[in-house]
């Protein structure tokens, strides 16, 4: 592509040759790529890989051709489908042996790789993928357009909405952490709870949602969940709410819409509001309030943290 429809596609303003040709896309850190991006001021202290390089910036940089745009993280995703085929749906392989219940709904459209297995009474929407070595158990609900990525487990009564993507090993509808007694009396509790994954929901890799004793686990419309998280039984996440790597929950957390997580969280018997934010290593052991920022262990306004860490650092600095 020419470097002139580059910005005219992201809606940047160019300084440079409209002319010049762009035949791939590099981060910032390799020197590979005819085009870059610098997300924010901090990146020009790596100038020496922008100069032979044409740039898509959110600041003025002199000495080479670049694009400045509002946000080059959303011009990155809008230019990555222009220069790679970013549908590895197909990847997954196809036929082979498929284990499945006669009672089996099919929508239209859907492809089924090898070696998966699916209980009875399943329903699958139209133009659904499922990946080889996908394990379905009896009763789930799967609507349209989503992908099962291999290793994929649904336990029975899992129900997913429509355009839900599930990625490599993944276990949705797990018992809960749930025993009575203690020592040698301790008896596991029953898990006959249904996981309801709303329309729009992504799930990293070897995440893990737990089915409640009664009633459901509930994913809102929109969640995104990183790699590695756990969802503990009778937990809700609101929608469009997004949480980073290793964040484990304990049972019945309540965390409401748009809210940030960072990675490695925990969140232990606890209310979280809507928009809020949760900084990464956080542990949040009491409610936090609509529009809050918390940090620390235990998590609490995030400027009483940093305050406290800058206090910490102070008197260390002096004692030693």
């Known amino acids: 592509m020419q470097l002139g429809d580059i910005a005219t596609l992201i809606k940047g303003e ?3 040759d409209p002319s010049r040709l762009i035949g791939s896309l590099g981060s910032l850190g390799d020197l590979d790529g005819d085009l870059t991006f610098v997300m924010d001021r ?4 790596q100038r020496r890989h922008m100069d032979s390089r044409a740039v898509v910036t959110t600041v003025p940089i002199d000495g080479c051709d ?11 995703s809008q230019l990555i489908p222009c220069f790679y085929n970013v549908d590895d749906t197909g990847l997954g392989g196809s036929g082979g042996a498929v284990s499945r ?11 089924v790789g090898a070696n998966v297995v699916i209980g009875e009474g399943v329903s699958v ?3 659904t993928i499922i990946m080889a070595g996908v394990v379905i158990m009896g009763g789930v609900r799967i609507g349209s357009d989503c992908v099962l990525y291999p290793g994929v487990v649904l336990y029975p009564r899992t129900q997913l909405g429509n355009r839900v993507r599930i990625h490599a090993n993944a276990v949705i509808g797990s018992d809960g952490f749930g025993y009575v007694g203690e020592g040698a009396n301790r008896i596991k509790m029953p898990h006959v ?28 419309t929109g969640v995104k969940l990183d790699n590695l998280v756990h969802v503990a039984h009778h937990c809700r996440i609101g929608a469009h709410t997004v949480v980073a790597s290793q964040t484990g929950m304990t049972g019945g ?3 409401g819409e748009h809210v940030q997580i960072g990675g490695q969280v925990g969140l232990s018997n606890t209310v979280v509001g809507d928009r809020a934010v949760i900084a990464a290593r956080a542990g949040v052991t009491s409610n936090v309030p609509s529009g809050a920022v918390v940090s620390g262990f235990p998590a609490w306004d995030h400027r009483l943290e940093l305050k406290k860490e800058a206090w910490m650092r102070r008197t260390m600095t002096r004692s030693v």
């Open 14 to 16: 160019l300084t440079g």
């Open 42 to 45: 901090s990146a020009l202290k």
């Open 66 to 76: 670049y694009i400045l745009v509002g946000n080059a993280r959303l011009a990155m």
């Open 101 to 111: 219940y006669p009672s089996v709904e099919w929508g239209s459209g859907v492809s």
């Open 125 to 127: 929407g139209d133009r």
């Open 193 to 220: 709870g249904r996981v309801v994954l709303e329309d729009d929901v992504e799930l990293g890799a070897c995440t893990c949602i737990d089915r409640s004793v009664l009633g459901e686990t509930r994913i809102e």
């Open 253 to 255: 957390v309540s965390i």
